[in-house]
């Protein structure tokens, strides 16, 4: 993802406080805290210990086999330097491309997204598409070379979905590979970080 915003730090101000009062850095919580669900809320517990809500499961957890499929994903996901990211489908022949959450953080509050048309031929490093935000604009790379067999239409309505869910249910594209292989030249997870 290439970012153009005219200023290097990222905002007109000079600094990088993407929203945050205090200028700290954070997700977008208010108080700076990184609690980003999964932490005791003492004062919302309702007496349940772990703090998550109860489906009658010994445990609690309701939601531990989403966590599971979300820990699965990213582990099978691949990603670029320039923070797209690009996943195999069950077919083994069709990945599934978006940008990264910290690519969708440093763009802030996205305003406008421009998919890539159905049928396109591509080629890895092509230019797909554009994502906009209130701070920059970026174009979206494509991490392989195929063909775009379809696109997440629900951006074009609400691109504020990028910076809610970047990395599932925001996807922009699903590619058809030419060569599978070439996912072997990106980044597993450990090597982004």
């Known amino acids: 993802m290439e970012t153009s915003d005219g200023d290097e730090n990222g905002d007109e101000n000079g600094d990088e406080n993407d929203g945050d009062e205090n200028g700290d850095e954070n997700d ?3 108080n700076g805290d990184e609690n980003d669900g999964d932490e005791i809320d003492r004062d919302e517990n309702d007496g349940n210990e ?8 010994e445990n609690g957890n309701e939601n531990d086999g989403e966590l599971v499929d979300r ?5 099978s996901k691949k990603y670029t330097e320039e923070h797209e990211w690009i996943e195999l489908d ?3 022949k069709t990945g599934t ?3 990264t959450t910290y690519a969708a953080g440093q763009l802030g509050d996205v305003v406008y997204v421009e998919l890539p048309e159905i049928g396109a031929e591509i080629n890895k490093g092509d230019t797909i598409g ?3 935000s209130v701070k920059s604009a970026s174009d979206i790379m494509t991490p392989v070379t195929g063909k775009v067999v379809d696109h997440n239409q629900s951006l074009e309505e609400k691109p504020g979905d990028i910076n809610k869910d970047p990395e599932a249910g925001a996807w922009l594209a699903k590619i058809e590979l030419a060569d599978p292989a070439e996912l072997d030249t990106l980044l597993d997870l450990d090597s982004y970080f």
């Open 28 to 30: 977008g919580d208010e």
């Open 97 to 99: 491309i978006g940008i």
């Open 50 to 57: 772990n703090g998550n809500e109860s489906d009658g499961s």
């Open 90 to 92: 069950a077919d083994g």
């Open 71 to 75: 820990r699965a994903a990213l582990l």
């Open 130 to 132: 554009a994502v906009e």
